[in-house]
Structure formats: structure tokens, C-alpha cells
């Protein structure tokens, strides 16, 4: 019950960086991975290429030059000064930033695959039927995309909840602030405070996995016959 | 005095004493006091760029000394506030740890800290090249990043034994050890700053760090204290 | 009227079409597979984009500087194979177009509304109207892409093939509502088709397509009458029309009489008014020629006529008779036997005759007034 | 024989369907839009797995107990919509079935192989050989797929509408092949067309399918004179078969004379040896009613016939006549004007004019031995 | 040129590992996506959800569970044991599974996504055309679900060289067996040798990021065009 209560905060705190973050990766996913899909433009695949590279570094170095550009000297800096912060780094925003960061090519990717597998023709139904691209976009493209936005939420979302280096960089661990469930889970572990340490993992798996499995679920009920 | 917060870094071996330190002086002084964990490497380059902490307790004398050279603590607030004792460390609870063992070698893998980012791992090796072993055991050597996850090396059976901190054996209890006579490396100095002059809880808690309760606490947890 | 003038390469293949047809009834693209009709109906829809022109009723659609959105054309496009949204149910894929003219037309001056539940039932749509696209079969689907085209009230329909997966019947149902449509709704439609039995009575005029160009453009009645010695229609549906007046209605018996240049034909009954100008394709195989009017005979029709021209090849099985009946003439195919021994010569007076039967009800058609029906240059 | 029988439900749609048919020449399911023809041919390829029993020439391919996997049943499928496979160029999409026919082959005795140049010609693949299937027009698609069922060498070929995209022409080129192909490569071939003409033409029998049942079997003689009277063929098309044997050919005039029981009838040329027995498809409306026989006229087929019996409704268009002609029968249709005037009456003697001509090259055709042309029950 | 010779073995390493990874993380996922996208048992969506759990936990704590399984009291002692080895921890092939195991939802995800896109018809025309289900699945469905396979690669791969908190845990950081880039340029940052550690940040970088190029030309250039 201590135990609980002590890891309440940071499981609480994982929650709604989960959550924004998988909003914001969709969000920005959306129509990055339309682009990737549909545009003619040669140079689109440097683009690909170039959001997945977060991937490639260790996530503590990648923490590192993202802590450099949301600091009080980078841009993050900067964007910060305008409503009178000193450095994005430390705060709340900084996290989903740089989870969006880390997370970003599980997201566009299977979205772009879903969109490319779209059949022109449905698009040019969509136009001879009055619809506008951007109509058609959301009445056509986006619902039969769908398993690929799911397979993207679920990715993303889960690799947010497990992220850790990171955020570790650039977040602090700051109590309330920027200290997640797998910070804490890492101080458990580190501290051999083993009981809390199984609590919280499991706590955490159990959790993720009814979420995952819920959202699986929903694409199954939903999922196009073709 | 007004209740005051301060935000203060921890070097992660420093864990378990630090919140103990925390929660005494909280009620001592009525200051409220949130350890931040992490690797002090990790630690100091938040410091530099511009982490909210008003004081950092490292595991090493180097970083506090930078932060000091680049302005970034309060000038001559610096002192070391504990001594890490290095301890040879086994799961087997029969196992007889001494330099004997050492030189015997009956494990497969010996685990010790990283000693190019960890000074508990800069002390196992001059522990073993004052035994003269480095050479030996040197292909039987596995390191971890830092004591925490050296330890887990051997807690997990993965290793055999390993060179740890005296003050995680205390956390752990169970297992056989040696504590390795300080003798056999320098000393494992660990160091803290004041990073923010104004802060009257984080001033007020480096204080207690020296005062004789600070000291009893911190040596309970497995550390010597300076003289 | 549709201008249109496409030229430019697709894949492999060069396509440099270029026609002018009234933008009123039915334009046939008639052609082999592989010709281009389907090229051509995506660049009319702006699914394509070649260079060229392209405008429809004075409203420039394409040109060097133009180039009109696809959603923007109002353009019904019923493909080739049906491409129903699988992640709507019939209904919805129905009501995908509908809605979005009914949203468009409450910003104009308000159009003539087609009837949903008329459409869906003609269709035959109402069984399985709450099922997704992947349950319906072959001719379903197609049957809920025409209705889906149609809901959204075009102002110009393309048909790829609509009907090549139905049934005779279903056919029958649907043809004249179509040839209906595109008089009532002002709505021109271009129309792809094997079907030459289709085309003439769907079409009032046909584009004829070859290799990517148009070959022969002109009213059905005269390119009915070219297109038999031409490749892509089988010798055995050449044609001719004839124009004629309704004249009477026999209730009883169930036909009716048509005025045909002072004579007298007998068709299937019309439901349509005495005094409406009709069209009727007379095949060249079912018109017999007799030198006596035979008597104690079934065959209703039997014409005054003049025989004009006589083309009957040494190797050919048939030989073509053309006759004239009145001002209107028709084709007669007989065998190179009868011709001999009937010893037929240009400017022999002789009897035409047609079975009345051979005027189906269900291909019988009317001809629309004069001006929208005429030839298209 | 191919001995079938299925029941079960897909969806909302019931489908209980039970024939016995032979397992050689052309079987047709026949019936309208949605009335469970694909479903049929998706369960004797084994696609869809409904309670029932199947066995092809006696080799179970399901009962109770088994269920032999679609690829082990060796039955090449026409998809009603060209399923090829995307990544495959035409030729791999040929080459798919044909290298796993041949490795099959190496293990059991050598079939007949088919001949891939002559596919390719037929087809008239040549052209787009190395093109993806997503650059092909529509019928250039179907078309290829029909090749690479062929290609396969199957034991049972199940054909979805294979022609419904191909014009005419193309038609006429393919349907003569299969005919040959179904006789030759002792192929039996189970074929849905919604084109009677098709059906008349190729099938040996027909299956007739309604609601998921089949309603009617029979050879395709028997079901074409049934079929008019039940919905799903329209009146136009209603017709009878007649037998006879070649009698002699016409090469200076290009007429060939069959002998139908006694009397002579004059068709368009036939490539087949003089005493072949064949087949004639004579449609009820090409059939006229003399009651003297009618000189100088170009009519050529004359028949002495007496009448059997009439059939007007009050109501009706045109009445129905059937005339003996030898033993075999044929169907008049003509107007109930005429039927009053020429005052027809059962047993009454009388002539049928059949314009030779009725008889196109394309669509007469031939009967295989009795045995494989039998009815099927 | 000395800092490169001195980041050489970890370098070499990466590739290795990377490489080997995702050759197995492909090996695995394949049978694994293909059950996912057409088996009909209720259950299998529990499976998918469970294949995502290991991203949930962060990767030092993901990596001590690891480690006690590779360990000698664990199975992979067990599995060592068949070779005389005491444990797989510390090993390479410990390593590998390690990193499968944390890289493969985002393997499994977008083939599965891929295979469940393939129209029936493809198969059942193959099954028509006397390809046995085996031989449809290696002519038709892999081939069609090439985007996919393209799509795992790439992540897996790129997630590879950036893995770290697992392969630390379970590696043992031994220099030319299990010491990786990830590994050095952590080491790198944490003592502050900043010119070394941009050197190997931005070697990983390029060269990922032309290894990724190619991968996502190579599925342009041989897209199916549907
Ligand atoms: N992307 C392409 N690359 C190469 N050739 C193409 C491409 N698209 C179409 N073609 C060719 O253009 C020609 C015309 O195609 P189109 O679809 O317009 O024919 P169609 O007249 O509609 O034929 P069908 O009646 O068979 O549908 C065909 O020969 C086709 O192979
Ligand atoms: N999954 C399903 N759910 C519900 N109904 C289905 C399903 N599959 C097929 N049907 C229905 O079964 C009936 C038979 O379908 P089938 O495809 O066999 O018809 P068909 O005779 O081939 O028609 P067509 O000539 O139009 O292709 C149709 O009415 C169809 O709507
Ligand atoms: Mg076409
Ligand atoms: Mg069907």
C-alpha cells in the first residue's frame, strides 16, 4: 500500500506522457506519412530515412543532444523564452518532445505502409463522388488506414511507457515533474528495492497489456473486409 | 524559518542514504528535500544545462570540481561528504572472499564497475593491480556501467563476484563479502556542491550532511566519513 | 456540347483522341479491349491528365492553362471493376455521393433530386443495402457502384461497362431507366460498352475507338450501318435504323403501327404517345427479300421497296442488299443463293420483309427530339 | 461424372445445390445476379468449405470425412474479377501455374500439354507480355488470367464469366478454343455466363441456378426451350436445337446442307466432314408461319412442319407456336395478328421459314459424341 | 584516426549484432506475423499484445529480468549448459536475444499489417493454380508483403544499433565481444570526451542512415503498383 502510494506520482505522470505523446505522434504522423506515401518528389525517402535515425542512437547520447537543444542555449531555449521559461529541458513539455522524438518512426512507418497499400482507385471514387482531396483524406484514406494507425498508437504508446534514457537526459527526474514509472522502476532496481521493483513491472506490463490488447481488439471488431 | 524546498541531484549509489539524510532533516528543519537520482556523469551535464537542483551530492571529486571551474557552483561550497568503501561481493554466502579468492579464481566472471565513468570501478582495478591480477583476470572481467547494475551481475548469478559498494551490501544483506582494505586503492572521495546560494534548505542540508547525525547516518549506510 | 482533344502517352501506349459530341443523351465509346474507351473516360473525369482540351457545355474543364480538379467536375464515374468502399456499408457507400451533392446544391440554384428509394429499388439494392461490399456478389457490386454514381447527381455520367456483370433481365430493367435519366436529368452520359445490342439502343450517337484514336464518329444509325464492315462488331448484329411516327395503338392484339415514309410497320406495343418520332434498329439478318408479296404468311412487314446497291463478294457467304423504303434504307443479308436465284439488280422493285417480332420491346427505342439525337459533325 | 452437393449458409445467403452432371464438355450454371453461381464454383474448387459432397469422375474430392485442398484438386478458377498476382509480369503470372503443372507432371504420367505460343497468340497476350497487370486495360486483364488457368493444365476448369469484359470479336476468337480445348484436353469445364448466346454456344448442359438452389438441369437442347418460359432469359433469346447430319457442302456458293430429319437445310458454311453430326441453335423468333409455300422470296430454309401446339394468352404479345418438324420440335413466335389471320389450329399443316442466314457461322455448333452430349439426368 | 581505431571493435560489433539481429528478428517474425494476420483462434490477439509487453518495461529493468533468464539459474543456463558454457549472459548470443526480443513488435507489427492486406483472392488463386499453401506463401504473400518486411527491417535494424540499456544489462560491456557503438559513445558522453563521441554519434548516424536509404529505395523501386 506505501509502496503504491509512493510509485502513484510517477505511474500517474506515465499515463499522461503516454497519452499526449501518442496524440502528438499521430498528429504529426498523419501527414508526414501521407507525404511519404503519395508525394512523387525523389528526395522523400532522405526524409524517411532521417526519422528513423533517433533510433540509431543510444538513447542517453540522443537524451544528450536533445538536452543541448531544448537548453537555455538552444532553440528549445528560445521557444521557451517566449512565454518566460529559461530552457524546455526539465519541464513536461521537453518529455513529449523528445518521446515524440524517439518514438516517431514506429508511428509514421506503419501509417505510410497503410496508406500506400490504399488503392488509387478508392481515392478517385472518393473525387468523381464530389469528395475534395482533403474530404476524401478523412472519409476514405484515414478509415481504411486504420490498422495502421492502431499498429502505430500501439507502438508508440507502449515504447513511451518504457522509455527511459531519454527522458532520464532530459526530463531530471524530477519528482511529479519528469520522474516516470520507468525511472522509478529504474531507481528500484538500482537500489535493490526488489518487492517494489516486481510491483511496479508487473504493475506496468499488466497495465500495458490491457491497453494494447483493447486497442488490438478494436482493430479486430473494425477491421475492413476486403 | 519559513519551510523552504530544494531540489537537490544524487549520485544513484548514494540512493538509500540520501533519503534517509532527507527525511531526518526534514524533520529536524522543517525544509522539505526531493532527491533527484542518477548517474553523475548524466547528472552534471543537466547541471550545465541549467537543471533546477540546488545541490549535487556526486559519487566522484571530478564533476563537483568542474562545476566549480565553470562557475556553475556556489564558489568554495565543495567538500567531500562521504568515503566509499569497496567491497568484494558473492552471492554464495560460503564463499571465502579475500585476496585468496582472488587469486584462486574460482568463478567464470568477476564484475566490477566501468572504472572509466565509475570510481568504484577506477578502485576495483587498482585493488587488483595492487594484488597484481589485472593481467589475469583481466578476460574474466565484466563491467557495468555503475555499481547499481554491477551489482545486479552478481545478484542475478550472472557473475560469480565483483567488486561493489560496501554501503549496497548493507542494502542487500544476504551473500558473503570482503571489504577491501583501503589500503589497496586511493580513496573513493565523494564530493558535493552548492548550486544555487539562495536555496536556505539546500544550504542547510550540506550542513547536516557534516554534522555528527548527517555523519552516523551516512556511515550506517555503508560509507566512511571524512576526518 | 463536349469538346474534347487528349494526346500524350500512357505507359507504352499513345492515345491522341479527339471528338465533339452534343452534351445531351448517350455517347457510345465503342472499340476492342484495349483500345483506350477506358483512358479516355479517366482523362474526360480528370483521373488522367494528358495534354489537351477538354470542355462541356461551353465550360472549359481542360485547356493549356485549365485543368479542373476531378472533384470539382461533378463527374459520375462508374468503373470498370466496381470500386465500392469496403469500409462502408452498401448504404453508406450510397449515401457517400448524395451527400455531398445535397451539400453542393444548397450553395447553387437547386437541381432536380433523383429519387433514392426509386433508384435502390430498380437496382434491387434493398436486400443488401446494411452489408459491407465484400459480401455481395459480382453483379451486386456493380449494380450498388451505378446507384452509388447516380446518387450523386452528376452532371455528366461516365459508364465503364457498367452492365458486363449482369443478367439479361436486370439489364432489361435498368437500360431504359438509364435512357430515361439522360433525357428527364439533362444529364449527358458517355458510355463504354461491348455490347453492340446495348449500344444501339442506349446510344445516340457512337465514338468509335482504335488504337487509341477515334475512327469513326457519328449517329447510331449511321455508324450502325458502318460498323458492320468494320472490325469490332461480329457480321451478325450489323444494322440499319429506321425513323417513323406512331400512328396507332392495337390493345387488343397488342401491337402497335408506325408510320414509316407512308408505310406501315408493326411493332411490339410502345407505351409512348401516337405522333412521337421513333428509332428502330432493323438487324440486316432478319430482313428477307421476296419479288411477290407472299400471301397466308406470318411476317407482319412487308414493304415497298427498292433494291440500291448490291455488294456481294466471290468468296463471301452473304451478300449485303441495300434497300430503299421511302427516303429511310435498310440492309438485307440473304445468301449468295438467294441473290442468284432471285437474279436481284440495283433498281429492281422488291418487298422487304421483317418478322415484326424482330422489333423487341425491349430494343425498340425512341428517339429523343431531333436537335440532341442529330449527328455529332 | 462430376457429382456435387452442397448446403449450407454464407452470411445471410442459403445455398443448397445438387447436381450430377458428366464430367467432360461444357457444364453452364446459369441464373441471375446473386443467385449463388460464383458460390457453387468456389465450393468444387474447394475456396469455400460448405457441408456437402463432391466427387469428379469418381475421385472423392469431398465427403463427411474428406476435403481434398483446393491446390491438390488440380481445378483451374477464372475469378469473376482478375485476381493476378500484382508483383508477377504477365509472364510470371503465366508462367505461375504452367511451371507447377509441369513439375506435377514429371511425377505422374505426361498429360497433353497445352500449347503456350498458341495461348499467347489466341489471346493475343504478345503485346503486353512483360507489362505488369496494373497497366493493362480491363479486358486485356481477364484475358491474360484465362491463359494462366489454362497454362496450369488443370483437370477441371471452373470459368467465373470469363468473357464478360471482351468485346465481340475477341469473343469469337476465344469461344471456339474452349470449345476444342473442353473435347481435346479432356477438360471438363464448368462455365457461369449471363450470355445465353455464350451459353448456347459452348454448353453442353446447363445447371440453372436460382436462389441458391438449382432449379433446372438439363442438356442444353432441353433447358434452352424451358428457359424462356422461367425468369432469367429474356424473351428474345428463347430458342430450340436442331439435329442433323451434314450432308454436303457448297464451296462455289459457301453454304453447307444439313440433313434434318429428311429435309434439307441451308446454313453458312461449317468446317466439318460431310456426315458429322450437329447441332443447330434455332431461335423461336427467327421462325416464321406459311401456309402456302411462298415462291421468289430469299428465304431459303423451307421446312414442311405440322403444328403441334399453340400457345396464346389473351394478354400476351406474341404466341407461341411449336411446329413438328421429322421428330424434332421447334418454336414459332410470331404476333397473335398473325396467328388470327393465317387462323392456325393444332395439327394443322404448315411451312417454317428459317432465313438461312439465322444460322451465323459463329454460333452454329457442333455436338460431341452422344455420349458426352447426353443430357445429364 | 586513433579515436577511430579505438571505436573500431565496437563499430564492428554493432554491425554484427545489428545484422545478425535482424536476420533473426525476420526468421521469427515472419511464421509469427503470418499466424498473427490469419489464424482465427480468439486468443491470438492476446499473443500480439504480449509480444509489445517488452518495450513497456525500460530497458535496464527489461534487461535484468533478462539477465536472470540467461543467467546460470535461469534457462538460458540451461541452454548453455548444452555447450559447456555456464550462462548466455555475457555472451554474444545473448546479445542477439536480448535485442530480439525488445526489437521484435516492431518486426512483428508491420508484417503482420502487411499480410493481413493481401486480398484472399492472391491466395486462392495461387491454391488454384496448384501452389500448396507453402509455396503460396513464399510466391505470393511474402513477395506482396515486401513493404512490410521492409518496414521491420529497417526498425529493427535501426533499433538495434541503438539499443543499449538491454545489451549493457546483459552484455557485460567486454570490449570486441559484447562491448557496442551504443555502448562506447555512452562512455563517451559520460566522461565528457566530447569530440570522440560526436565522432562516433555522427559515424552511426551516416552510415544508418544510408544503410536505411538504401533499404527504403530498394522498396521504392520494386513497389508493386497495384
Ligand atoms: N500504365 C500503363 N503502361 C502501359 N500501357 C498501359 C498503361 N495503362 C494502359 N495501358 C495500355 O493502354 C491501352 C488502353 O487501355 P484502356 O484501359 O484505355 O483500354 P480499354 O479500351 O478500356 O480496354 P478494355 O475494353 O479491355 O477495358 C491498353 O493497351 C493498355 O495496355
Ligand atoms: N459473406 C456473405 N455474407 C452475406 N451474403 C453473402 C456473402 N457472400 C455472398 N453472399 C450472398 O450470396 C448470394 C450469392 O452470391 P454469389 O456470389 O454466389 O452470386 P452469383 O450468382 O455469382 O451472382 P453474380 O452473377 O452477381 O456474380 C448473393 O446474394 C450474395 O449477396
Ligand atoms: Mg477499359
Ligand atoms: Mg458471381
Known sequence: MAALLEIWPAVALTLKLASVTTLALLVLSTPLAWWLARSRVRWKEGVAAIVAMPLVLPPTALGFYLLLALGPDGPGGAVAGLWGGRSLAFTFEGLVIGSVIYSLPFVVQPIRNAFQAIDNGMLEAAASLGASPWDAFWSVAVPLARTGFLTGAVLGFAHTIGEFGVILMIGGDLPGETRVASIALYDFVETLQWGKAHLLAGGMVVFAFLVVLTVLLMDKRGRVRQ | ANADTARIAVASNFTSAAKALADEYAALSGHAITPSYGATGALYLQISQGAPYAAFLAADQARPALLLQDDRAVPGSGFTYAIGELALFSRDAAAALGPDYLKQAPFERIAIADPATAPYGLAAMQTLQSLGLDAVLAPRIVRGKNIGQTFQFIWSGAAEAGFVARSQIADAGAGAHWTVPSSLHEPIAQDAVLLDASSVAARGFLAYLRSPAGRATISRHGYATPE | MIEAAFKGRLGGFDLDACFAVPASGVTALFGP?????????????????????????????????????????????????ATLFPHLSVAGNLAYGEKRAAARRRGAASQPVLDRDAIIDLLGLAPFIDRRPSDLSGGERQRVAIGRALLAAPRLLLMDEPLSALDAMTKADILPYLERLAAVAAMPIVYVSHDIGEVARLADRIVQIAGGRVVGCGSTADMLERLGLEAGVPAFEESALLTGVIASHDTALRLTRVDCGGQSLTVP?????????????????????????????????????????????????????????????????????????????????????????????????????PETGADAR
Request: aromatic share 4%; charged share 25%; net charge positive.
Open chain 3, 33 to 81: 479491349s484495349g483500345s483506350g474507351k477506358t483512358s479516355i473516360l479517366r482523362c474526360l473525369a480528370g483521373l488522367t491528365q494528358l495534354d489537351g482540351r477538354l470542355s462541356v457545355n461551353g465550360e472549359v474543364w481542360q485547356d493549356a492553362r485549365t485543368f479542373v480538379a476531378p472533384h470539382r467536375r461533378e463527374a459520375g464515374y462508374v468503373f470498370q471493376s
Open chain 3, 269 to 369: 406495343p410502345l407505351d409512348l404517345p401516337v405522333g412521337q418520332t421513333i428509332r428502330v434498329r432493323v438487324r440486316a439478318r432478319d430482313v428477307a427479300i421476296a419479288l411477290q408479296r407472299p400471301s397466308g404468311i406470318s411476317i407482319r412487314n412487308i414493304l415497298d421497296a427498292t433494291i440500291l446497291t448490291i455488294d456481294a463478294a466471290e468468296d463471301a457467304v452473304h451478300g449485303d442488299v441495300v434497300l430503299g423504303i421511302g427516303d429511310a434504307r435498310i440492309k438485307s443479308r440473304i445468301t449468295r443463293e438467294a441473290m442468284a436465284e432471285l437474279a436481284l439488280k440495283p433498281g429492281m422493285p422488291a418487298f422487304a420483309l421483317i418478322k415484326s417480332v424482330s422489333f423487341d420491346g425491349r430494343r425498340g427505342y425512341t428517339a429523343r427530339d
